[in-house]
């Protein structure tokens, strides 16, 4: 059985001790103990921590289920309460403990890590542009009122999810993430109330 890359390795254990411990709180000697790996060998992989945040965040992104929202097959308004719902999920893995990796990373590195601070500003762009066309589509099938302003409100649920992950933080409990669901996002599509 071929041995798994030490590159990969690291990656993964980066994006774990990220996640827990923060940006400015885990070191390289951190990261490579995690994985198994000498010290020396991460900068035969990556030139510095920065860089090896950027793929962290490359990889996250793609894991937050941007493609559910594009899928034809499922009808827009269940696309993103499912949307939010299977990320509200994969926080409660943790216990809510762990926050939003992305808007962890956002935070930490606006000032000292300023490319992976864009990384994830351009992932956070696409992602407001994702639930964007999934809002025009249930407008066009008539379950959003057409007045909605579908940029604005892509912004406002990202804001939304990355406030209620900051806060379940704090509570351990997955009533932020409830709330989002069943009240912010109704409310913000102007939904019918039930």
């Not at 059985?1 to 390795?9: H, V, W």
């Not at 929202?69 to 409660?92: C, K, M, N, Q, W």
């Not at 379950?143 to 509570?171: K, N």
């Not at 709330?179 to 409310?187: E, S, V």
Request: aromatic residues 6%.
């Amino acid at each position: 059985m071929p041995r798994p890359s030490l590159r990969e390795a690291i990656v993964e254990s980066a994006t774990t001790q990220f996640h827990l411990h923060g940006y400015n709180g885990t070191g390289v000697a951190a990261i490579t103990s995690a994985a198994g790996a000498p010290k020396g060998s991460f900068y035969n992989h990556f030139a510095s921590k920065e860089q090896l945040a950027l793929e962290v965040v490359d990889r996250f992104a793609d894991g937050m289920g941007l493609e559910m929202l594009s899928d034809t097959a499922v009808p827009p308004l269940e696309r993103i309460r499912g949307h939010f719902a299977s990320l509200a999920g994969a926080l409660e893995v943790h216990a809510f403990r762990r926050g939003c990796l992305l808007g962890n990373l956002a935070v930490e590195t606006a000032v000292d890590g300023p490319e992976v601070a864009a990384r994830v500003t351009a992932f956070f762009d696409r992602w407001s542009v994702a639930l964007a066309a999934a809002i025009r589509e249930a407008q066009a099938d008539g379950s959003v009122p057409a007045h909605v302003d579908a940029d604005v409100v892509a912004d406002e649920l990202i804001d939304l999810y990355e406030g209620r992950t900051m806060r379940a933080r704090t509570t351990a409990g997955p009533a932020g993430m409830q709330h989002l669901l069943d009240h912010a996002l109704p409310r913000l599509l102007e939904l019918p109330r039930a």
